[in-house]
Nanobody
Framework: QVPLVESGGGLVQAGDSLRLSCAASTRAFSAYSMAWFRQTPGKEREFVASVSRPGEATDYADSVKDRFTISRENAKNTVFLQMRSLKPEDTATYYC?????????????????WGQGTQVTVSS
C-alpha cells in the first residue's frame, strides 16, 4: 500500500472549476495506475476517472466526460483531477486510489491504496 493524501476540495458554485490533487508517498509512483472515485452518503462509491502508469491512457465516467481531466506528474508523485463546469450533482467526497503494477480499471476493489478523501460541494 502507498499513503495517498488528497487536497483541493471546497465549496464552489455551479459552473465553477476546481482542481484536486493527490500526493503519493512512494518512490515507485510511476508503477501505480491511479484513479479518482467519489461517494455521497447513502450511495455506492462511483468511478470518476483513471490514468495509466505512463499517463497516456485515460478513462472517464460518462457523467464527467468532457468536463473533468485527469493527469499525473510522475516526477512529483502527484495525480490531478481538473474539474470544470461543476454541477450540484458533482457534490461528493472524492477519493484518490492507486493500483500497483497493473492497468487502471473502473472497479474500486482493484485498487489497494486509498486516500482519506476531500469534500467537494457545488451549490446551485
Amino acid at each position: 500500500q502507498v499513503p495517498l493524501v488528497e487536497s483541493g476540495g471546497g465549496l464552489v458554485q455551479a459552473g465553477d472549476s476546481l482542481r484536486l490533487s493527490c500526493a503519493a508517498s512512494t518512490r515507485a509512483f510511476s508503477a501505480y495506475s491511479m484513479a479518482w472515485f467519489r461517494q455521497t452518503p447513502g450511495k455506492e462509491r462511483e468511478f470518476v476517472a483513471s490514468v495509466s502508469r505512463p499517463g497516456e491512457a485515460t478513462d472517464y465516467a460518462d457523467s464527467v466526460k468532457d468536463r473533468f481531466t485527469i493527469s499525473r506528474e510522475n516526477a512529483k508523485n502527484t495525480v490531478f483531477l481538473q474539474m470544470r463546469s461543476l454541477k450540484p450533482e458533482d457534490t461528493a467526497t472524492y477519493y484518490c486510489a492507486a493500483r500497483w503494477a497493473r492497468g487502471p480499471t473502473r472497479r474500486g476493489t482493484d485498487y489497494g491504496s486509498w486516500g482519506q478523501g476531500t469534500q467537494v460541494t457545488v451549490s446551485s
